[in-house]
């Protein structure tokens, strides 16, 4: 399996992600739910996941929220001496997302959209928190399979309530037959598929782009 970075970095961008949501919910007092989307939509996200070591390893936990609070709020938090008594919810949450990561190689946008938000994450805490790393990778496999499956099926779901052949579609859509056989099947994710792709789909079956990639 191909992973999203050099293990050299992983446990140091583990601890950090985990220092950074824990940071976050109890230094600074953010909402979790709040914080975990301006940390996917600031950057830091696409550069932790693409293995760039000042995020995984060069900044600490503090360090990483400080930076996602100032380019998503311009917002300023004194660094503070914080000492959790022990490892928090919050903590293990960022901690245990950093790996499904890595080992993936998912997005973390990827990962949030397809069953694994960070809510849910945080649910599985009391289960999964003294158990091995496989197990939570085995739910999460098992939840993003079911997503995708999911997805797959809407589409060929509202092509056939639309009355249309996959020729049909491709045909009125522009989007080419083996493109659309291929994400009825499962075979390409729509999620990745080009911007003009979903909306010609979605013109073509009378819906709102989001649904076919809910």
Known sequence: MTHAYNQLY??????????????????????????????????????????????????????????????????????????????????????????????????????QKNGLDIGTILSLYSALHEADLSKFVQIADERIKQQKDSRKNMLKTIRKQSHLTQSELAEQSGVTLRMIQAYEQGDQDILKAEVRTVFALSRVLGCAPEVICS
């Not at 739910?33 to 932790?48: E, I, K, N, P, R």
């Not at 390893?57 to 914080?82: F, H, N, P, W």
Request: hydrophobic fraction near 45%; charged fraction near 15%; aromatic fraction near 16%.
């Open 10 to 111: 992983l446990e140091d961008a583990m601890n950090n992600l985990g220092s950074m949501l824990d940071c976050a919910v109890h230094a600074a007092h953010c909402n979790l739910f709040d914080f975990y989307d301006m940390f996917l939509s600031s950057g830091v996200a696409t550069q932790m996941q693409a293995g760039n070591p000042r995020y995984l390893c060069g900044l600490s936990g503090m360090e990483l929220m400080q930076l996602v609070l100032k380019r998503s709020t311009d917002k300023v938090v004194a660094i503070k001496e914080y000492r959790p008594f022990d490892r928090t919810p919050e903590y293990w949450a960022g901690w245990i997302v950093a790996y499904y990561q890595w080992h993936s190689a998912y997005t973390f946008s990827f990962i």
